[in-house]
């Protein structure tokens, strides 16, 4: 929030010459971006211009807060998503494929020619070290793209010639994923506590 603040700010503060909350000195264009990034939050460019409320404070505050609230109850959906798929993949599907490594190395499907077991080792990746990444939410964007790629292999090579129900199982796995290639693990994830320390 800090590194958009004083771009989206200033800009507005320092050229424009808008209403600003009372007491607000009007200065020179340096002093300006200075005293901006300590005062005003990011938010309170985007709450402006969307309800032109000004300067009024009540609202600005109120606003914010929403903002806040619409955060947190969206990373609370990513995280259910995220144990949710990572569980359902790692003990249904991943770890059994790990626990039983030695017996399906050999008989393995080989949908893309790599050979069984190398094909194998891909799946276990996926399924087991990807799913484990997503539940905590390291790496969220990275390790759900072999996780889809997975699933993607799975409905459309491994059951290309089967009914739609054999597929539908593979891309009820591979909509979530893609949709946390785009979304991220969200405030409740390792990532978000490591891009915090790093700020």
Same mark, same amino acid.
């Given at each position: 929030?800090?590194? $958009?603040?004083?771009?989206? !700010?200033?800009?507005?503060?320092?050229?424009?010459?808008?209403?600003? &909350?009372?007491?607000?000195?009007?200065?020179?264009? +340096?002093?300006?971006?200075?005293?901006?990034?300590?005062?005003? /939050?990011?938010?309170?460019?985007? !709450?402006?211009?969307? $309800?032109?409320?000004?300067?009024?404070?009540?609202?600005?505050?109120?606003?914010?807060? =929403?903002?806040?609230?619409?955060?947190?109850?969206?990373?609370?959906?990513? #995280?259910?998503?995220?144990?949710?798929?990572?569980?359902?993949?790692?003990?249904?599907?991943? %770890?059994?494929?790990?626990?039983?490594?030695?017996?399906? *190395? =050999?008989?393995? /499907? =080989? /949908?893309?020619?790599?050979?069984?077991?190398?094909? #194998?080792?891909? *799946?276990?990746?996926?399924?087991?070290?990807? $799913? #484990?990444?997503?539940?905590?939410?390291?790496?969220?964007?990275?390790?759900?793209? &072999? @996780? #889809? !790629?997975?699933?993607?292999?799975?409905?459309?090579?491994?059951?290309?010639?089967? &009914? %739609?129900? +054999?597929?539908?199982? *593979?891309?009820?796995?591979?909509? &979530?994923?893609?949709?946390?290639? @785009?979304?991220?693990?969200?405030?409740?994830?390792? =990532?978000?506590?490591?891009? +915090?320390?790093? $700020?």
């Amino acid at each position: 929030m800090s590194l $958009s603040l004083s771009s989206c !700010v200033f800009s507005e503060y320092a050229n424009s010459g808008p209403e600003f &909350p009372a007491g607000t000195k009007r200065t020179n264009a +340096k002093e300006r971006r200075s005293s901006v990034s300590s005062s005003f /939050p990011c938010v309170y460019c985007r !709450v402006k211009s969307a $309800s032109g409320m000004g300067g009024d404070r009540e609202k600005f505050e109120q606003a914010e807060e =929403d903002v806040m609230n619409d955060s947190t109850t969206a990373s609370i959906g990513l #995280l259910i998503l995220r144990i949710g798929i990572g569980s359902f993949m790692l003990f249904a599907h991943g %770890w059994g494929k790990l626990a039983g490594f030695a017996e399906l *190395a =050999d008989k393995f /499907p =080989d /949908p893309i020619g790599l050979g069984s077991t190398l094909s #194998l080792a891909l *799946a276990v990746f996926a399924e087991v070290v990807c $799913s #484990l990444l997503i539940i905590f939410g390291l790496g969220t964007r990275l390790a759900s793209v &072999p @996780f #889809l !790629v997975t699933m993607l292999v799975a409905a459309f090579v491994v059951h290309a010639d089967d &009914p %739609w129900g +054999k597929k539908e199982f *593979a891309l009820l796995y591979a909509i &979530p994923a893609l949709s946390l290639v @785009f979304t991220g693990g969200g405030r409740f994830s390792l =990532d978000h506590l490591i891009r +915090k320390r790093r $700020s």
